[in-house]
T-cell receptor, first 110, second 113 residues
Framework: EDQVTQSPEALRLQEGESSSLNCSYT??????LFWYRQDPGKGPEFLFT???AGEEKEKERLKATLTKKESFLHITAPKPEDSATYLC???????????FGAGTTVTVRA | EAGVTQSPTHLIKTRGQQATLRCSPI?????VYWYQQALGLGLQFLLW???????NRGNFPPRFSGRQFPNYSSELNVNALELEDSALYLC????????????FGPGTRLLVL
C-alpha cells in the first residue's frame, strides 16, 4: 500500500525565514507526486506536479524537488500569506487516486 | 474557466438520516473523485467515477455510495449517518490520462448530530 509521510507536522517561521518541508513516500509505480496548499475549511489548491527524480518546479516563493524516495517543498523568504497547510500526495496504479500525507501546517509571523 | 463546484457548502443531519452531496467537475474532465477529510485526519479516498461508472472505492462501508451522470457531474450519498461521518467531503475532477492533476472543489462540511 502507498505510504506518504510529511515532516514536520507544524512549522512556525518568521517572515523572510526560509525553510523546507519534507515528503517521503513508498509507492510502486509512481505516476506523479503532487503538492497542494489548503487553507482552513477550504479545498486543496493545486501547486505542483513532479513526475520523475531530479525534476524541479517553481512558483513565486515556492520550489518543489523530487528524488526517488522523497520530495521537498522549499519556501524562500515567506510572507504571512504563505501560512497554510501544505499537502503532499502520490498517484500510482491505474485508478489514479491520490494518497495523501497528513500535511505540514506552516505559520508565518510578520 | 470555472472550477469544481460542490453543493451544499454545509449540511447538518441527525444520526440515521441520509445525506446527498453534489459535485460539478471542470468542463472537459470526465473523472470525479470523492475524498473524506475528518478533523485531525488526512484526506482519505472514497470513490472514483469515470465515464458514468464506479471504477474504484476506498476502505469505506457500502453505505457510502454515489453515481456519475451523463454530464459527468456526481452525487455522493451517505446512508444511515453516524456521528463519525462528520467531516469535510471533497470532490476532485481530472482529465483522462496518467499523471493528470486532480483539481478540488471547496468541499461540503457535513455535521452529524
Amino acid at each position: 500500500e502507498d505510504q506518504v509521510t510529511q515532516s514536520p507536522e507544524a512549522l512556525r517561521l518568521q517572515e523572510g525565514e526560509s525553510s523546507s518541508l519534507n515528503c517521503s513516500y513508498t509507492v510502486s509505480g509512481l505516476r506523479g507526486l503532487f503538492w497542494y496548499r489548503q487553507d482552513p475549511g477550504k479545498g486543496p489548491e493545486f501547486l505542483f506536479t513532479l513526475y520523475s527524480a531530479g525534476e524541479e518546479k517553481e512558483k513565486e516563493r515556492l520550489k518543489a524537488t523530487l528524488t526517488k524516495k522523497e520530495s521537498f517543498l522549499h519556501i524562500t523568504a515567506p510572507k504571512p500569506e504563505d501560512s497554510a497547510t501544505y499537502l503532499c500526495a502520490v498517484q500510482a496504479g491505474n485508478d489514479y487516486k491520490l494518497s495523501f500525507g497528513a500535511g505540514t501546517t506552516v505559520t508565518v509571523r510578520a | 474557466e470555472a472550477g469544481v463546484t460542490q453543493s451544499p457548502t454545509h449540511l447538518i443531519k441527525t444520526r440515521g438520516q441520509q445525506a446527498t452531496l453534489r459535485c460539478s467537475p471542470i468542463s472537459g474532465h470526465t473523472s470525479v473523485y470523492w475524498y473524506q477529510q475528518a478533523l485531525g485526519l488526512g484526506l482519505q479516498f472514497l470513490l472514483w467515477y469515470d465515464e458514468g461508472e464506479e471504477r474504484n472505492r476506498g476502505n469505506f462501508p457500502p453505505r457510502f455510495s454515489g453515481r456519475q451522470f451523463p454530464n459527468y457531474s456526481s452525487e455522493l450519498n451517505v446512508n444511515a449517518l453516524e456521528l463519525e461521518d462528520s467531516a469535510l467531503y471533497l470532490c476532485a475532477s481530472r482529465k483522462r490520462g496518467p499523471g493528470e492533476t486532480q483539481y478540488f472543489g471547496p468541499g461540503t462540511r457535513l455535521l452529524v448530530l
